[in-house]
Nanobody, 125 residues
Framework: QVQLVESGGGLVQAGGSLRLSCAAS????????MGWFRQAPGVEREFVAA?????????YYADSVKGRLTISRDNAKDTVDLQMNSLKPEDTAVYYC?????????????????WGQGTQVTVSS
């Protein structure tokens, strides 16, 4: 059973930084990609970033976060982190870690098979 647990959320002022971490357990060789999504109240869940768990660890980002957010992995520890810099009030949301066994577009939440419980990020202006 795959379990994902996020940590690192909190309150930060605009322009500040936060680092989210996702600790995974139960991953198998079928799990190819892990990603981060976010959801603000009344808004559809939105793709943030994804990283391949094999090979060179290719990364993928939503246009809205490119250059500010960085996804990284530590395969030995089964963790995937999201370093968030230059945060803006519009980054405020619950951030979810997700894992996919493959198939489908990485930016679509339906591609992912497992989800964490989410961690709140609030950016004040």
């Amino acid at each position: 059973q795959v379990q994902l647990v996020e940590s690192g959320g909190g309150l930060v002022q605009a322009g500040g930084s936060l680092r989210l971490s996702c600790a995974a357990s139960g991953l198998t060789s079928s799990t190819h990609v892990m990603g981060w999504f976010r959801q603000a109240p009344g808004v559809e869940r939105e793709f943030v970033a994804a990283i391949s768990l094999s090979g060179g660890g290719n990364t993928y980002y939503a246009d809205s976060v490119k250059g500010r957010l960085t996804i990284s992995r530590d395969n030995a520890k089964d963790t995937v982190d999201l370093q968030m810099n230059s945060l803006k009030p519009e980054d405020t949301a619950v951030y979810y870690c997700a894992a996919s066994n493959g198939g489908g577009y990485l930016s679509q939440w339906t591609t992912y098979d497992y989800w964490g419980q989410g961690t709140q990020v609030t950016v004040s202006s």
